[in-house]
Structures are given as C-alpha cells and as structure tokens.
Antibody, heavy 124, light 107 residues
Framework: QVHLVQSGTAIKKPGASLKVSCTAS????????LYWVRQAPGQGLEWMGW????????SYAQKFQDRVTMTSDTSLNTAYLEVTGLRSDDTAVYYC?????????????????WGQGTLVTVSS | DIQMTQSPSPLSASVGDRVTITCRAS??????LGWYQQRPGEAPKRLIY???TLQSGVPSRFSGSGSGTDFTLTISSLQPEDFATYYC?????????FGGGTKVDVK
C-alpha cells in the first residue's frame, strides 16, 4: 500500500526558511513524479511544483520560482520542499502527492496518493 | 495558462439528492481531468481520473463525464459522508491547475 508521510507542524517567523519532508513507502520511489501543493486557511488548492526523484529534475510554478527548492534523497525515499523568505501569507497546509503515471511515460496522470499535510504557521 | 472554473459554489443539498458539479476549462484539455473530494482536516482524495474513470474503492454513485472544455461530476444519491468540498484538476506535463472548489453543504 502506498503511503506518503510528511513531517510535523511548524511555526516560523517572517523571513525564516522552512523545510518539509515527505517519505514514501509501498512503491519504488524513483518511479513516479512527486508534486507539492499548498492550501491556505479556508482557501483552495495551489500547485507549487514537481520533482522527478529519479533525475532530480524540478519545475516550479512561476509564483514560487524565487523562493522554493524541491529536492529528494533516494536513499531515504524522501522528498523535501524548502521555502525561503517566509511571509504571513505562506501560512498554509503543505501537501506532497504522487503522480499516478510511471515517470518513464513522460506524461502526467494526475496525483493519486497524498501525504497527510503539514501545517505551517508564519507569525511574529 | 489554462484556467479551470467550477460551479456552483457553494451547493446546498439533502441526503438522497442527485448532485451535479461543473468544471469549465479555458481551452480544450482533452481527457487530462480528475475530480477530488476533500473533507475538513483531510488531504484530498481522488474520485475520478481521465474524465470518467472511477478510482478503485470509490462508490459507484460518483461519476464523471464531459469532453473538451466542459466536465461534470455527478453524485447520483448524496450520502451523509459526501458533504465535503470537491475540486476538479487539470494536469498537463506535470503542471496542475485546480478549480476553485465546490463546497457541498446541508440544505
């Protein structure tokens, strides 16, 4: 059974950096792209970007280009999201999610399995 | 960029009602569309992929249809556990675009 387990709740001050982890099990980690999606309180879902754990290749939504880095450690089956220069409007639940298609197809199938979410609060 | 517009929001309904949620894309998106359910405090859950294919384990009262730019999620007989927020999602070259969401609440 596929599981994505994320790191716990974080409270950060404005200007600080954040690193969220997403540890995968139940499938071969390098076989599927991973997405990061966030959801501000009471708001909808917002795509942040993706990482290909096999190659380390990434792509970020334009909004986050300057402040986001996605990485992975294949020895730990873990992906990471780092956000720098945190602001109050970065307060959100951050999710990782797996793309349903094998990466070698080079075609996205949309996310099937999701992590439980990591609540990040940015406040002075 | 493709925009995904959902309606209605919110949607008030009763147990047993037939419920229809619509998602409109700003351009033809083929069949690269899924539907997700999100209950409060939970991660989204995929219900439908490729417009009309039911995710394994999802009750058959959920169905999806559409093509091109107009898509529909239908719940044939609303159950108590179906009161939640629903999102359509377009995926293309691993870029995701979500609809704004439709909250289904009690009439």
């Amino acid at each position: 059974q596929v599981h994505l387990v994320q790191s716990g709740t974080a409270i950060k001050k404005p200007g600080a950096s954040l690193k969220v982890s997403c540890t995968a099990s139940g499938y071969t980690f390098i076989d599927n792209f991973l997405y990061w999606v966030r959801q501000a309180p009471g708001q909808g879902l917002e795509w942040m970007g993706w990482i290909n754990p096999y190659s380390g290749g990434t792509s970020y939504a334009q909004k986050f280009q300057d402040r986001v880095t996605m990485t992975s450690d294949t020895s730990l089956n873990t992906a990471y999201l780092e956000v720098t220069g945190l602001r109050s409007d970065d307060t959100a639940v951050y999710y990782c999610a797996r793309d349903s298609n094998p990466a070698h197809l080079r075609s996205s199938g949309g996310p099937d399995y999701w992590g439980q979410g990591t609540l990040v609060t940015v406040s002075s | 960029d493709i925009q995904m517009t959902q309606s209605p929001s919110p949607l008030s309904a009763s147990v047993g009602d037939r419920v229809t949620i619509t998602c409109r894309a700003s351009h033809d998106i083929g069949n690269d569309l899924g539907w997700y359910q999100q209950r409060p405090g939970e991660a989204p859950k995929r219900l439908i992929y490729a417009v009309s294919t039911l995710q394994s384990g999802v009750p058959s009262r959920f169905s999806g249809s559409g093509s091109g730019t107009d898509f529909t999620l239908t719940i044939s007989s609303l159950q108590p556990e179906d009161f939640a927020t629903y999102y359509c999602l377009h995926h293309n070259t691993f870029r995701l675009t979500f609809g704004g969401g439709t909250k289904v609440d009690v009439k």
